[in-house]
């Protein structure tokens, strides 16, 4: 008899366990990817002063830089939530935009969002006209839900 409850201990702890260890499975895992600077190293960024070195010396220079016209920097992150078996699904993405003007010094400093499937300015630091490439930046927000983690490699 002392056998049996030592089989039956022996299975209830095994049980407990997959029963644990299939609820931590079930948790969900969130992923970052990308950067953008904190605010606190946006302010010390002078529009209508500081340059694109000055920037990246303050910074960092960004992945994505000067795609369309050589006049800006762009910086990109976003965070995916996976839940257990499930495909990773995107849940935030925000670009920092630095525009600069002919003569080399920041125009612009402003960051995008989404919000509804929509692209949304979320903050704005603007000597003259707004971001004159958006279409870039809508098309880095845009691909929202065409995310594939297999290409990250890494």
Do not use: W
């Not at 950067?35 to 190293?41: C, L, N, T, V």
């Not at 994505?64 to 992150?77: D, E, I």
């Not at 839940?83 to 920041?106: C, K, M, T, W």
């Amino acid at each position: 008899m002392g056998n049996t409850s030592r089989t039956h201990r022996g299975f209830s702890r095994a049980l407990l366990l997959s029963a644990a260890l299939s609820l931590s499975a079930c948790a969900p895992q969130f992923s970052n990817h990308g950067y953008i600077p904190p605010q606190e190293d946006l302010e010390q960024i002078v529009v209508g002063s500081d340059t694109a070195e000055t920037v990246a010396d303050k910074i960092g220079i960004p992945q994505s830089s000067g795609v369309l016209s050589n006049s800006g920097y762009y910086y990109v992150r976003m965070r995916t939530r996976s839940i257990g078996p499930f495909a990773p699904q995107e849940i935030d993405r925000q670009v920092l935009a630095i525009s600069f003007a002919e003569n080399g010094v920041v125009q612009n400093i402003e960051r995008f969002g989404l919000e509804r499937g929509q692209v949304v300015p979320l903050e704005r630091r603007v000597t003259s006209s707004p971001v004159s490439d958006k279409s870039f930046i809508r098309q880095l927000l845009g691909n929202l839900g065409r995310f594939n983690p297999a290409g990250l490699g890494g």
